[in-house]
């Protein structure tokens, strides 16, 4: 019965919002024109007349985002490992890299497409460089957060630092690793329009949304724009949480979903 109510609250939420959207209620409140927030109904019916045209920048955008989602996630939990591991050494450097990831993404996208040329390459670094800081703050709390006296039970049975790592630390981290995949999305995904809005390629849902809102007759499909951006990121969330639901089936944050 909870889990029905879990998504029975939101969804009757989204409903009235969408209401008093429609009827023009909230732009009454707050003042605002229906050329700037058009109405619910305009910008569903911009979505299925224009469907066919999202489909090339859908993969514009999609694909560097799972990439740079990926390869930062990696990157990131491997550093995790490598600061949790040596402690002296690495320590500083996640100091750094947590420095890195408080950078907005607003000021880093237009350095890269500066520094670095084509419109793919800029992109997929801001996306790692966001995705990496995530990965690498989480899994570091979730590879220490363990108990004292399970370390020492181990080390009284002769195990050594790698067979600590592999066969607690580890395991104990992947539910921090799923909870930083979850964020990485939303954060990739915002890293990846932004970066969008300075490159000098003409696809993307980015550019799209930047160019269909400068223009007036055309709001409601940027508006349209955002809502595909809005059912990616939904997906993909939706995808990394079955995953931990699949993987994790084993662990107490999963059977207290039960």
């Known amino acids: 019965m909870k889990r029905v109510s879990d998504f029975i609250y939101p969804l009757l939420f989204g409903v009235i919002l969408i209401a008093l959207l429609q009827l023009k209620i909230i732009h009454a409140v707050f003042n605002i024109k229906t050329l700037q927030l058009p109405l619910p109904y305009d910008i569903f019916k911009a979505f299925v007349l224009n469907a066919k045209d999202f489909v090339p920048h859908i993969y514009v955008t999609i694909i560097p985002a799972i990439c740079g989602l990926l390869i930062g996630a990696a990157l990131g939990y491997i550093y995790a490992v490598f600061v949790t591991l040596f402690k002296n050494a690495g320590f500083g450097f996640l100091f750094l890299v947590t420095l890195i990831n408080s950078i907005p993404v607003v000021a880093l996208a237009p350095l890269m497409n500066r520094w670095f040329p084509g419109s793919f390459m800029p992109k997929i670094i801001v996306i790692i460089l966001a995705a990496s800081g995530i990965m690498a703050q989480n899994a570091y709390m979730g590879l220490n957060n363990i108990s004292k006296s399970m370390v020492d039970l ?105």
């Not at 329009?193 to 160019?211: N, Q, V, W």
């Not at 990394?240 to 107490?252: A, F, G, T």
């Open 154 to 258: 181990m080390k009284t049975y002769g195990a050594g630092r790698f067979e600590i790592l592999g066969k607690i630390q580890i395991p104990n981290s992947l539910p921090n690793v799923f909870s930083a995949l979850k964020l990485g999305v939303s954060s990739t995904m915002l890293a990846t329009i932004i970066s969008e809005f300075f490159a000098s390629d003409t696809k993307g849902l980015g550019y799209m949304i930047k160019y269909t809102l400068k223009v007036g007759n055309q709001k409601h499909i940027g508006w349209a724009y955002i809502l595909v951006v809005s059912i990616l990121s939904i997906t993909l969330y939706l995808l990394v949480y079955c995953l931990e639901r699949r993987i994790l089936s084993w662990h107490v944050s999963q059977k207290r979903l039960k």
